[in-house]
T-cell receptor
């Protein structure tokens, strides 16, 4: 079955530690995205990538980093510089970089900083 | 300042009746609108979309209406079913580019049996 797989589903981190969230898709989509969801707020874009080896900052990129070495994979690292990292993180993909239509989402990763 | 607003955080409806979820936007450049449905601890799933050249789009029990002059869209679910209970996000985009999607805060719909 085609889809987007995020792991881990739940993650606990101590303050000051970096953590990497995995996102893999087998939909053959060019574009991939990372969003953050906080209670009472809409999804906010962290980073996006329209093509392999290229990515752009979204609205709230500070304290995060990404890589796009393979079309299928778009991992997100939450660094110790992110001041409020506890949130629900969603990875998404779409079929073409522009004029994309709908986004397909993974099931999300919930990060809790202790 | 939120560009996409969903002013009702929650809505309860009796099974079999109509559910109406509302969304307002401020950016007149938005030309593509989508609704997503989200169950707890899962990612959102696409429900229905509408382009700004239309004022209505229908898919089974789901209909989206767009009023461009009022910068308002609504999602109608008829008849509502208990399985429709979820959080519904409205999203808007300029030129239908994925990176331009702006999401509202969501409305939690509860369909009561």
């Amino acid at each position: 079955d085609g889809g987007i797989t995020q792991s881990p589903k739940y993650l606990f981190r101590k303050e000051g530690q970096n953590v990497t969230l995995s996102c893999e898709q087998n939909l053959n989509h060019d574009a991939m995205y990372w969003y953050r969801q906080d209670p009472g707020q809409g999804l906010r874009l962290i980073y996006y990538s329209q093509i392999v080896n290229d990515f752009q900052k979204g609205d709230i990129a500070e304290g995060y980093s990404v890589s796009r070495e393979k079309k299928e994979s778009f991992p997100l690292t939450v660094t110790s510089a992110q001041k409020n990292p506890t949130a629900f993180y969603l990875c998404a993909s779409s079929s073409r970089p522009g004029n994309t239509g709908e986004l397909f989402f993974g099931e999300g990763s919930r990060l809790t900083v202790l | 300042d939120q560009q996409v607003k969903q002013n009702s955080p929650s809505l309860s409806v009796q099974e079999g009746r109509i559910s109406i979820l509302n969304c307002d936007y401020t950016n007149s450049m938005f030309d593509y609108f989508l609704w997503y449905k989200k169950y707890p601890a899962e990612g959102p799933t696409f429900l229905i979309s509408i382009s700004s050249i239309k004022d209505k789009n229908e898919d089974g029990r789901f209909t989206v209406f767009l009023n461009k002059s009022a910068k308002h869209l609504s999602l109608h679910i008829v008849p509502s079913q208990p399985g429709d209970s979820a959080v519904y996000f409205c999203a808007a985009s300029v030129n239908n580019y994925g990176q331009n999607f702006v999401f509202g805060p969501g409305t939690r719909l509860s369909v009561l049996p």
